[in-house]
């Protein structure tokens, strides 16, 4: 008796434990079309682009923290660089490329050759991501990045990162049930999002 109990409670709890996740599922899914919706209602769909481009940017750069804390992955480290490259707002990665960007390469080069144990391990790839911004081509850094190219681009590294998240968390439903794993998991979507609208509209 007592063990038919205790498998009637389990069953409950997972039961509850389902019903969490879909209303879960459920209330990204409506929070994503008000998204969309506002940004479409605030500028039209040049400003949607503009701004996805801003949350991608700032997506990419939370999971770059996430990273040297919890996930300690460098493929995943090594693919983020060139996507927040591809992806970052106009404004920001004009200063970048800029002598502001140059001094903060210059310094980074040099705290790295006559100073290599005052330069910790977490600052190699925000250094790289600037040191990338500056010696990037012209033709890299104005037709690539705000190309369909560029997007494309980001668009084939937010689903490698999401397919390989999901792999590594054990399915889809684990990525978003393990510790830490919806944060991620979210994240990696918003890596999504940007490319995908940006290329609807190249293509219509």
């Known amino acids: 008796m007592e063990m038919k109990k205790s498998y009637l409670a ?3 709890e997972s039961a509850v434990a389902s019903n969490l996740i879909d209303s879960d599922l459920k209330e990204i899914g409506i929070a994503a079309k008000k998204l969309a919706n506002h940004a479409i209602m605030l500028g039209g769909l040049g400003f949607g682009t503009s701004f996805l481009k801003w949350i991608a940017s700032f997506a990419a750069i939370y999971l770059l923290i996430l990273d040297r804390t919890n996930w ?4 995943l480290t090594a693919l983020l660089i060139p996507y927040i490259f ?6 920001l990665f004009g ?11 210059l310094v980074a080069i040099i705290i790295r050759l006559f100073f290599p144990k005052h330069f910790p391990d977490w600052l190699e790839a925000p250094a790289a991501l600037v040191l ?6 012209s033709f890299i850094a104005d037709r690539v990045r705000d190309g369909w190219i560029g997007m494309l681009i ?10 390989e998240h999901i792999r590594a968390s054990g399915g889809f439903r684990n990525s978003f049930t393990k510790a830490n794993g919806i944060s991620n998991t979210i994240g990696i ?3 999504l999002v940007y490319p995908v609208w940006g290329l609807i509209l190249h293509v219509l």
């Open 154 to 163: 980001c668009l084939v590294i937010a689903c490698y990162l999401l397919q």
């Open 72 to 75: 300690r992955s460098n493929m």
């Open 95 to 105: 200063l970048f490329r800029g002598d502001f960007g140059k001094w903060l390469s």
């Open 189 to 191: 979507i918003l890596l």
């Open 86 to 91: 591809l992806s970052f707002p106009s404004f």
């Open 132 to 137: 990338l911004m500056v010696v990037a081509p």
């Open 10 to 12: 389990m069953k409950t």
